[in-house]
Protein backbone atom coordinates (compact mmCIF):
# COMPACT_ATOMS: atom_id res chain seq x y z
CA UNK A 1 0.00 0.00 0.00
CA UNK A 2 1.60 3.30 -1.03
CA UNK A 3 2.03 5.84 1.61
CA UNK A 4 1.46 9.75 1.04
CA UNK A 5 4.77 10.77 3.36
CA UNK A 6 3.94 14.32 3.61
CA UNK A 7 0.17 13.28 4.85
CA UNK A 8 1.79 10.87 7.39
CA UNK A 9 4.12 14.11 8.54
CA UNK A 10 0.64 15.86 9.21
CA UNK A 11 -0.54 12.69 10.81
CA UNK A 12 1.52 12.69 13.24
CA UNK A 13 2.20 16.34 14.00
CA UNK A 14 -1.46 16.19 14.39
CA UNK A 15 -1.39 13.94 17.11
CA UNK A 16 1.75 15.25 19.11
CA UNK A 17 -0.41 17.16 21.10
CA UNK A 18 -2.29 15.63 24.17
CA UNK A 19 -5.45 17.90 23.56
CA UNK A 20 -5.85 16.85 20.03
CA UNK A 21 -5.65 12.94 21.17
CA UNK A 22 -8.10 13.55 23.50
CA UNK A 23 -10.38 15.11 20.42
CA UNK A 24 -9.87 12.12 18.99
CA UNK A 25 -10.63 9.33 21.78
CA UNK A 26 -14.03 11.61 22.28
CA UNK A 27 -14.67 11.50 18.70
CA UNK A 28 -14.20 7.61 18.76
CA UNK A 29 -17.07 7.25 20.76
CA UNK A 30 -19.23 9.20 18.05
CA UNK A 31 -19.86 12.49 16.09
CA UNK A 32 -19.75 16.10 18.54
CA UNK A 33 -20.07 18.98 17.89
CA UNK A 34 -17.31 21.73 18.88
CA UNK A 35 -19.50 23.24 22.02
CA UNK A 36 -19.86 19.22 23.19
CA UNK A 37 -15.91 18.85 22.44
CA UNK A 38 -14.73 22.42 24.47
CA UNK A 39 -16.80 21.32 27.46
CA UNK A 40 -14.57 18.83 29.23
CA UNK A 41 -11.07 20.85 28.76
CA UNK A 42 -12.30 24.29 30.12
CA UNK A 43 -10.99 25.86 26.68
CA UNK A 44 -12.21 28.64 25.19
CA UNK A 45 -14.14 27.99 21.35
CA UNK A 46 -11.70 29.41 19.39
CA UNK A 47 -8.59 27.38 20.86
CA UNK A 48 -10.49 24.26 20.93
CA UNK A 49 -11.18 25.27 16.87
CA UNK A 50 -8.14 25.72 16.33
CA UNK A 51 -7.07 22.57 16.99
CA UNK A 52 -9.81 20.78 15.13
CA UNK A 53 -8.77 22.28 12.77
CA UNK A 54 -5.41 20.85 12.49
CA UNK A 55 -7.37 17.71 12.55
CA UNK A 56 -9.04 18.24 9.77
CA UNK A 57 -5.94 19.52 7.97
CA UNK A 58 -4.48 16.08 9.16
CA UNK A 59 -7.57 14.20 7.46
CA UNK A 60 -8.81 12.85 10.87
CA UNK A 61 -11.60 14.80 11.26
CA UNK A 62 -14.65 15.35 8.74
CA UNK A 63 -17.01 18.34 9.55
CA UNK A 64 -20.53 17.92 8.38
CA UNK A 65 -21.55 20.88 5.74
CA UNK A 66 -25.14 21.19 6.23
CA UNK A 67 -26.19 21.65 9.93
CA UNK A 68 -25.38 25.13 11.50
CA UNK A 69 -23.87 22.93 14.14
CA UNK A 70 -21.47 21.21 11.44
CA UNK A 71 -20.79 18.15 13.86
CA UNK A 72 -16.46 16.84 13.91
CA UNK A 73 -16.62 13.12 13.23
CA UNK A 74 -13.40 11.12 12.97
CA UNK A 75 -11.66 9.41 10.09
CA UNK A 76 -9.57 6.57 10.98
CA UNK A 77 -7.88 6.04 7.37
CA UNK A 78 -4.52 8.68 8.61
CA UNK A 79 -4.40 6.14 11.46
CA UNK A 80 -4.76 3.07 9.67
CA UNK A 81 -1.64 5.04 7.13
CA UNK A 82 0.55 5.00 10.79
CA UNK A 83 -0.34 1.70 11.45
CA UNK A 84 0.74 0.16 7.91
CA UNK A 85 4.29 1.88 8.81
CA UNK A 86 4.67 0.12 12.38
CA UNK A 87 3.67 -3.60 11.14
CA UNK A 88 6.67 -3.13 8.76
CA UNK A 89 8.67 -3.36 11.49
CA UNK A 90 6.90 -5.63 13.87
CA UNK A 91 9.21 -8.50 11.75
CA UNK A 92 12.36 -7.14 12.17
CA UNK A 93 11.94 -6.66 16.00
CA UNK A 94 10.36 -10.29 15.73
CA UNK A 95 13.32 -11.83 14.44
CA UNK A 96 16.01 -9.54 16.44
CA UNK A 97 14.58 -10.61 19.54
CA UNK A 98 14.45 -14.22 18.74
CA UNK A 99 18.41 -13.73 18.25
CA UNK A 100 18.31 -12.23 21.77
CA UNK A 101 17.23 -15.40 23.46
CA UNK A 102 19.49 -17.54 21.67
CA UNK A 103 22.07 -14.98 22.58
CA UNK A 104 21.58 -15.64 26.11
CA UNK A 105 20.74 -19.31 25.93
CA UNK A 106 24.51 -19.04 25.27
CA UNK A 107 25.39 -16.60 27.92
CA UNK A 108 23.86 -18.66 30.57
CA UNK A 109 23.79 -22.20 29.56
CA UNK A 110 23.79 -23.25 33.31
CA UNK A 111 20.36 -21.55 34.03
CA UNK A 112 17.58 -23.87 33.80
CA UNK A 113 14.59 -23.14 30.67
CA UNK A 114 12.12 -25.18 32.13
CA UNK A 115 8.85 -23.54 32.19
CA UNK A 116 7.57 -22.62 28.66
CA UNK A 117 7.99 -18.82 27.61
CA UNK A 118 5.95 -16.68 26.29
CA UNK B 1 3.81 -14.60 15.44
CA UNK B 2 1.63 -11.74 15.80
CA UNK B 3 -1.50 -11.28 17.81
CA UNK B 4 -2.89 -8.77 15.78
CA UNK B 5 -3.82 -7.79 12.12
CA UNK B 6 -1.98 -4.35 12.38
CA UNK B 7 -4.54 -2.63 14.37
CA UNK B 8 -1.51 -0.68 16.20
CA UNK B 9 -0.12 2.41 15.42
CA UNK B 10 3.11 1.83 16.80
CA UNK B 11 4.96 -1.75 17.22
CA UNK B 12 4.61 -2.92 20.35
CA UNK B 13 6.12 -6.64 21.16
CA UNK B 14 6.11 -8.01 24.70
CA UNK B 15 8.48 -10.86 25.36
CA UNK B 16 9.38 -13.21 28.11
CA UNK B 17 12.96 -13.91 28.67
CA UNK B 18 14.94 -16.35 30.52
CA UNK B 19 17.52 -14.11 32.25
CA UNK B 20 17.71 -11.35 35.05
CA UNK B 21 16.24 -7.77 34.14
CA UNK B 22 19.58 -6.76 34.96
CA UNK B 23 21.36 -8.92 31.92
CA UNK B 24 18.49 -7.68 30.05
CA UNK B 25 19.10 -4.23 30.51
CA UNK B 26 22.95 -4.73 29.44
CA UNK B 27 21.51 -6.51 26.32
CA UNK B 28 20.57 -3.03 25.38
CA UNK B 29 23.08 -0.71 26.76
CA UNK B 30 26.24 -2.71 26.77
CA UNK B 31 27.73 -2.18 23.10
CA UNK B 32 29.32 -5.44 22.99
CA UNK B 33 26.42 -7.17 24.01
CA UNK B 34 24.14 -4.90 21.65
CA UNK B 35 25.96 -5.98 18.94
CA UNK B 36 25.72 -9.68 19.43
CA UNK B 37 21.82 -9.75 18.71
CA UNK B 38 20.39 -6.51 17.13
CA UNK B 39 22.00 -6.80 13.58
CA UNK B 40 19.98 -8.72 10.91
CA UNK B 41 20.84 -12.55 10.67
CA UNK B 42 24.32 -13.18 8.56
CA UNK B 43 25.06 -8.89 9.41
CA UNK B 44 27.77 -7.41 11.69
CA UNK B 45 27.92 -4.20 14.00
CA UNK B 46 31.26 -3.05 13.36
CA UNK B 47 30.37 -0.12 15.64
CA UNK B 48 27.91 0.74 18.45
CA UNK B 49 28.73 3.72 20.66
CA UNK B 50 26.35 4.24 23.24
CA UNK B 51 25.96 7.58 25.64
CA UNK B 52 23.53 6.13 27.75
CA UNK B 53 22.41 8.94 29.90
CA UNK B 54 19.51 11.60 29.00
CA UNK B 55 20.41 13.46 26.26
CA UNK B 56 23.47 11.16 25.18
CA UNK B 57 24.05 10.03 21.50
CA UNK B 58 24.18 6.73 19.88
CA UNK B 59 25.50 5.94 16.83
CA UNK B 60 25.40 2.02 15.30
CA UNK B 61 26.45 1.17 12.06
CA UNK B 62 24.62 -2.04 10.71
CA UNK B 63 27.09 -3.78 7.94
CA UNK B 64 25.78 -6.35 5.58
CA UNK B 65 27.48 -8.42 3.01
CA UNK B 66 26.16 -8.15 -0.59
CA UNK B 67 27.04 -9.42 -3.63
CA UNK B 68 28.54 -6.00 -4.88
CA UNK B 69 30.98 -6.18 -1.43
CA UNK B 70 29.79 -4.72 2.30
CA UNK B 71 26.72 -2.17 2.86
CA UNK B 72 26.37 -0.18 5.89
CA UNK B 73 23.75 1.30 6.98
CA UNK B 74 23.93 4.43 10.27
CA UNK B 75 21.85 5.27 12.99
CA UNK B 76 21.93 7.69 15.32
CA UNK B 77 19.76 8.99 17.98
CA UNK B 78 19.48 10.65 21.46
CA UNK B 79 18.39 9.05 24.92
CA UNK B 80 15.63 10.17 26.44
CA UNK B 81 14.58 8.22 29.44
CA UNK B 82 17.32 6.00 31.12
CA UNK B 83 15.77 4.44 34.48
CA UNK B 84 18.61 1.55 35.10
CA UNK B 85 16.80 -1.98 35.03
CA UNK B 86 13.59 -0.27 33.88
CA UNK B 87 12.89 1.83 31.39
CA UNK B 88 15.48 3.02 28.71
CA UNK B 89 13.86 5.49 25.74
CA UNK B 90 16.11 6.69 22.69
CA UNK B 91 15.19 8.06 19.44
CA UNK B 92 16.93 6.92 16.23
CA UNK B 93 17.15 8.26 12.59
CA UNK B 94 19.00 7.02 9.76
CA UNK B 95 22.17 8.92 9.62
CA UNK B 96 26.29 8.91 7.76
CA UNK B 97 29.08 7.54 9.74
CA UNK B 98 29.58 11.32 11.45
CA UNK B 99 26.31 10.41 13.11
CA UNK B 100 24.28 13.48 10.73
CA UNK B 101 20.69 12.58 10.02
CA UNK B 102 19.73 12.04 6.29
CA UNK B 103 16.21 11.49 5.45
CA UNK B 104 14.65 8.19 4.76
CA UNK B 105 13.60 8.47 1.74
CA UNK B 106 16.98 9.66 0.45
CA UNK B 107 18.44 6.01 2.14
CA UNK B 108 15.97 4.43 -0.24
CA UNK B 109 13.37 3.55 2.32
CA UNK B 110 9.77 3.10 1.63
CA UNK B 111 8.22 6.67 1.48
CA UNK B 112 6.37 6.66 4.58
CA UNK B 113 9.14 6.37 6.87
CA UNK B 114 9.17 8.60 9.75
CA UNK B 115 12.47 10.47 10.10
CA UNK B 116 12.36 9.98 13.61
CA UNK B 117 11.45 7.25 15.55
CA UNK B 118 11.55 6.04 19.15
CA UNK B 119 12.21 2.98 20.61
CA UNK B 120 10.59 2.75 24.37
CA UNK B 121 12.18 -0.35 26.29
CA UNK B 122 10.54 -1.85 29.47
CA UNK B 123 11.61 -4.22 31.68
CA UNK B 124 10.07 -5.84 34.83
CA UNK B 125 11.30 -8.49 36.79
CA UNK B 126 9.13 -11.47 37.51
CA UNK B 127 10.53 -14.26 39.54
CA UNK B 128 13.71 -13.33 38.60
CA UNK B 129 12.82 -13.82 34.99
CA UNK B 130 12.15 -10.82 32.88
CA UNK B 131 9.01 -9.39 30.92
CA UNK B 132 10.10 -6.43 27.97
CA UNK B 133 7.95 -4.08 26.01
CA UNK B 134 9.16 -2.87 23.33
CA UNK B 135 7.64 0.03 21.21
CA UNK B 136 8.80 1.80 18.52
CA UNK B 137 6.97 4.37 17.38
CA UNK B 138 7.40 7.44 14.48
CA UNK B 139 7.44 10.74 16.49
CA UNK B 140 7.26 14.15 14.68
CA UNK B 141 10.59 15.85 14.48
CA UNK B 142 9.50 19.26 16.04
CA UNK B 143 7.73 17.24 19.44
CA UNK B 144 10.68 16.50 21.70
CA UNK B 145 8.38 15.31 24.86
CA UNK B 146 6.89 12.49 22.58
CA UNK B 147 7.94 9.82 24.94
CA UNK B 148 4.44 9.42 26.23
CA UNK B 149 2.21 9.95 23.26
CA UNK B 150 2.95 6.13 21.61
CA UNK B 151 1.51 4.45 24.05
CA UNK B 152 -1.60 6.95 23.92
CA UNK B 153 -1.57 6.24 20.22
CA UNK B 154 -1.61 2.74 20.57
CA UNK B 155 -4.55 2.49 22.85
CA UNK B 156 -6.38 5.26 20.59
CA UNK B 157 -5.47 3.36 17.03
CA UNK B 158 -6.77 -0.02 18.79
CA UNK B 159 -9.79 1.89 20.30
CA UNK B 160 -10.90 3.46 16.66
CA UNK B 161 -9.94 0.53 14.33
CA UNK B 162 -12.39 -1.36 17.40
CA UNK B 163 -15.22 1.12 16.07
CA UNK B 164 -15.13 1.64 12.85
CA UNK B 165 -15.21 -2.00 12.40
CA UNK B 166 -18.96 -1.92 13.36
Redo the contacts between chains.
Keep these: M ?4 DR ?2 ET ?2 A ?2 N ?1 TR ?1 AI ?2 LL ?2 GAATVNELAEPFEMTLPNISKHIKVLERAGLVRRGQRAQYRPCA ?1 D ?1 AP ?19 D ?7 Q ?2 PQ ?1 K ?1 G ?1 N ?2 | MTDNNGSEAAVRIERSFDAPVELIWQMWTDPGHFAAWYGPHGATIPVAKMDVRVGGTRLVCIEMQTPDGPMQMWFTGEYREVVVNERLVYTESMSDENGNVVSPGDMGMPTGHPAITEVRVELEDVGGRTTMVMTHAGVPSDSPGAAGWAMALDKLAAHVIAHSNR
Design positions: AIDELSFALASRLAAELALEEVSTWAEQYRPVWEARFRLDDYLKLQRTEDD
